[in-house]
């Protein structure tokens, strides 16, 4: 299983851009990475799902370099609402891998 | 589609007592996870499922846990005897088996045995 490396936290304020990157070195070519959020008391939810350049959606967009060893979350125009935590998750079929969770990034929007 | 429905929502049993919880997956959806959610340990994955069939239970902490999945819409995690470091959120996801999905989560399930 691709191993998954992100900050444990970040703090960022209101209508700010917050990038949230995460480090996947031994990712494999039929991997996908998916990354996922979390409010208190609730389900991780999904959010936004690549396999390479960029992927954009009405939440997020989702950059990803040509080795893809790693890849960026970016949330535009944060607000309170935003503060959450941020799972970043790499793998294919799910016969080869399983929807295995890090430790996630802690994101805390201030006003 | 309700989304994937867990229950109950909260439970507060005895140490020793029998603990069942309950997950209905989204209809169509081939694969069931159960996870465990504490603050020191993150989320766990416990075991996962795929048309019915456990096909790895490696994340399952003792014996004292145990899963099933009867049909394509229920499954059970039973915790017995429970113990007080059992206490955690228990969550159930399912998905489907293509490349590019996503797995949608229940509320989840706050377990506390005192």
């Known amino acids: 299983l691709a191993k998954t490396t992100q900050p444990i936290s970040m703090d960022s304020y209101e209508g700010q851009e917050v990038n949230i990157t995460c480090s996947h070195n031994?990712?494999?070519?039929?991997?996908?990475i998916t990354w996922y959020q979390q409010f208190p008391s609730q389900g991780p939810r999904f959010i936004i799902q690549?396999?390479?350049t960029k992927v954009t959606n009405e939440v997020a967009s989702l950059f990803i370099p040509a080795d893809r060893k790693s890849s960026t979350l970016s949330l535009p125009r944060v607000s309170l609402s935003d503060t959450a935590v941020y799972y970043c998750l790499v793998g294919g079929f799910w016969g080869y891998s399983t929807l295995t969770f890090g430790k996630g990034t802690m994101l805390l929007v201030s006003p | 589609d309700a989304g994937v429905i867990q229950s109950p929502r909260h439970e507060v049993t005895e140490m020793g007592q029998e603990v069942t919880l309950r997950c209905k997956p989204i209809?169509?959806?081939?694969?069931l996870f159960w996870y465990r959610q504490t603050m020191m340990r993150g989320l766990e994955l416990l075991i996962y499922?795929?048309?019915?069939?456990?096909?790895?239970d490696s994340g399952m902490p003792e014996d004292r846990f145990s899963a099933k999945m009867p049909n394509a819409s229920f499954s059970t995690l039973k915790i017995q005897p429970s113990e007080p470091r059992d206490s955690a959120v228990y969550f159930c996801?399912?998905?489907?088996?293509?490349?590019?999905?996503?797995?949608?989560f229940g509320q989840g399930t706050r377990l506390t045995v005192v």
């Open positions: 996801a399912s998905t489907q088996r293509t490349e590019n999905t996503e797995a949608f």
């Open positions: 499922f795929n048309n019915n069939v456990p096909i790895d």
């Open positions: 031994n990712i494999a070519t039929n991997d996908y």
């Open positions: 209809s169509g959806h081939d694969y």
């Open positions: 690549g396999y390479k």
